[in-house]
């Protein structure tokens, strides 16, 4: 099913101005706003468990949260004690974190891949009520169980980039975060190494595949969009603009290269309520086309 959502930019806004965002989204008819954890700005699950009070409706996801600065079961705990808050709301997501960020604060590994290998499905195997043991290399638990797993474990998100990456979270997540800056025939290389390692790996049902694509309306929006993408070739195929009408035209790009939920990210100029209408008014077209 084909989805869309915005973005709040922790490196545009600040804390200040996330409940306003937050409440415009809602207000916009925002399916989904989703942010993410990069040091040192915003708080993953303290924003989420704000967002989530504060409004009826809206999904909130969180792609990504850094594995290497959290245990698995606090992580476990944060996201069950959220669902359960929340039931239906929470898209979590975690992935490797900037390496040099994860040095600074002494949580850096030698193997990201092995660390979300190990992770993910313990992570998943705790929200769905289980008693875990693991014994590995970085992920070390011993009978571990939630006394107070979700009723419906949420979907469990990894972000990915890379070859090996992508195949990897085929094979453990239940999702794929995709950042921005790809172009929809990049997307569909990826989305097809995803799928194909999901179904070598013997799991059965969808996985659902979020991408991030920087976007702008109004005023110079095909000048800031691309400006956003920055020295890549061929930019103005890794950004949306324009009316909602002419973003939501490109966004069928996307869902066509298999992406599931198009995810549109402000550019760096713009008033950020303006931008949730507009992205409101996509997803409204975007959700009619599907019909």
């Not at 289980?130 to 474990?153: C, I, K, M, N, W």
């Given at each position: 099913?084909?989805?869309?959502?915005?973005?709040?930019?922790?490196?545009?806004?600040?804390?200040?101005?996330?409940?306003?965002?937050?409440?415009?989204a809602e207000s916009a008819g925002l399916p989904e706003l989703w942010i993410w954890e990069d040091c040192f700005r915003l708080s993953a699950f303290s924003t989420v468990g704000a967002a989530l009070a504060w409004t009826e409706s809206l999904r909130i996801g969180i792609g990504i949260a850094p594995m290497p600065l959290r245990n698995v079961a606090a992580t476990a705990m944060e996201v069950a004690t959220i669902e359960r808050l929340f039931p239906g709301r929470l898209l979590p997501g975690v992935g490797h974190g900037v390496l040099e960020w994860m040095g600074q604060v002494g949580a850096r590994v030698a193997s990201p891949l092995t660390l979300m290998r190990e992770y993910v499905p313990a992570l998943k195997g705790l929200l769905a009520g289980?008693?875990?043991?693991?014994?590995?290399?970085?992920?070390?638990?011993?009978?571990?169980?939630?006394?107070?797993?979700?009723?419906?474990?949420p979907l469990v998100y990894a972000a990915a980039e890379g070859p090996k990456t992508l195949r990897l979270s085929g094979e453990v997540a239940d999702g794929t975060v995709l950042d921005s800056g790809h172009?929809?025939?990049?997307?569909?290389?990826?989305?097809?190494?995803?799928?194909?390692?999901?179904?070598?790996?013997?799991?059965?049902?969808?996985?659902?595949?979020?991408?991030?694509?920087?976007?702008?309306?109004?005023?110079?929006?095909?000048?800031?969009?691309?400006?956003?993408?920055?020295?890549k070739p061929d930019p103005a195929s890794r950004a949306l603009w324009g009316e909602p009408a002419d973003v939501a035209a490109g966004a069928r790009e996307f869902f066509d290269a298999g992406v599931d939920d198009v995810v549109l990210l402000p550019a760096s100029r713009g008033d950020i309520a303006e931008f949730y209408r507009a992205a409101g008014e996509v997803a409204r077209l975007v959700t009619a086309d599907a019909r």
């Open positions: 099913m084909t989805r869309l959502g915005a973005i709040f930019n922790p490196y545009t806004h600040s804390p200040d101005e996330f409940r306003d965002a937050v409440l415009a289980e008693q875990v043991s693991v014994d590995g290399r970085y992920v070390q638990l011993d009978a571990v169980r939630l006394d107070y797993p979700p009723a419906t474990p172009t929809a025939a990049e997307h569909a290389t990826a989305t097809a190494a995803i799928r194909e390692a999901r179904q070598a790996a013997g799991r059965s049902g969808a996985h659902d595949v979020v991408a991030y694509v920087v976007t702008a309306f109004g005023a110079d929006a095909e000048a800031r969009a691309i400006s956003d993408v920055g020295d």
